[in-house]
T-cell receptor, first 112, second 113 residues
């Protein structure tokens, strides 16, 4: 079982809609989770981090963490064509060693 | 804005050559990482470091080696490049401790011919 699992997509949403991206993880001891956005040919850029159960909002983005279900999600409200990219979920593993592992990513396409 | 730099950005080199990819950060971060990513594919962790003189292998077996003699510098070396090493190499860094965010450099796109 992979440490971080994501649906590869593509996830296609119309402009202005809510995009919902999901991620599950295998290590119940993992504490820290991150969402990155990666445009084709570019390096990943951090969108949000989340460490506690519940929701965390930042502008149009909301991250959700449910440690009991080992589930992390990212909601993008009012999706724009510029949001079209691959979204990477990442988590810290191996206890205190903070081995940062990424999922395979979900491709999001926002169409006008 | 993250201050983490990778050089060169692009490298085309012949089979059998020794190469070193540079990664430097000016943020005083203790933890540094190297990832390998083929086009359209996922990031694979190949090496990481907790601080000076500490290096660990990641989940993806790699013929590369790394060193961490200075906090700000984490070079990756291939002793004898092969076409199978053609890929993008991404370096990242973060502060020590839990709940810290990692930032990436711009990457090195390596082509071995």
């Amino acid at each position: 079982q992979k440490e971080v699992e994501q649906n590869s997509g593509p996830l296609s949403v119309p402009e202005g809609a809510i995009a919902s991206l999901n991620c599950t993880y295998s290590d119940r001891g993992s504490q820290s989770f991150f969402w990155y956005r990666q445009y084709s040919g570019k390096s990943p850029e951090l969108i949000m981090s989340i460490y506690s159960n519940g929701d965390k909002e930042d502008g149009r983005f909301t991250a959700q963490l449910n440690k009991a279900s080992q589930y992390v999600s990212l909601l993008i409200r009012d999706s724009q064509p510029s949001d079209s990219a691959t979204y990477l979920c990442a988590g810290d593993f191996s206890g205190g060693y903070n081995k940062l592992i990424f999922g395979a990513g979900t491709r999001l396409a926002v169409h006008p | 804005e993250a201050d983490i730099y990778q050089t060169p950005r692009y490298l085309v080199i012949g089979t059998g050559k020794k190469i070193t990819l540079e990664c430097s950060q000016t943020m005083g971060h203790d933890k540094m990482y190297w990832y390998q990513q083929d086009p359209g594919m996922e990031l694979h962790l190949i090496h990481y470091s907790y601080g000076v003189n500490s290096t660990e292998k990641g989940d993806l077996s790699s013929e590369s080696t790394v060193s961490r003699i200075r906090t700000e510098h984490f070079p990756l070396t291939l002793e004898s490049a092969r076409p199978s090493h053609t890929s993008q190499y991404l370096c990242a860094s973060r502060l020590q401790g839990a709940n810290t965010e990692a930032f990436f450099g711009q990457g090195t796109r390596l082509t071995v011919v």
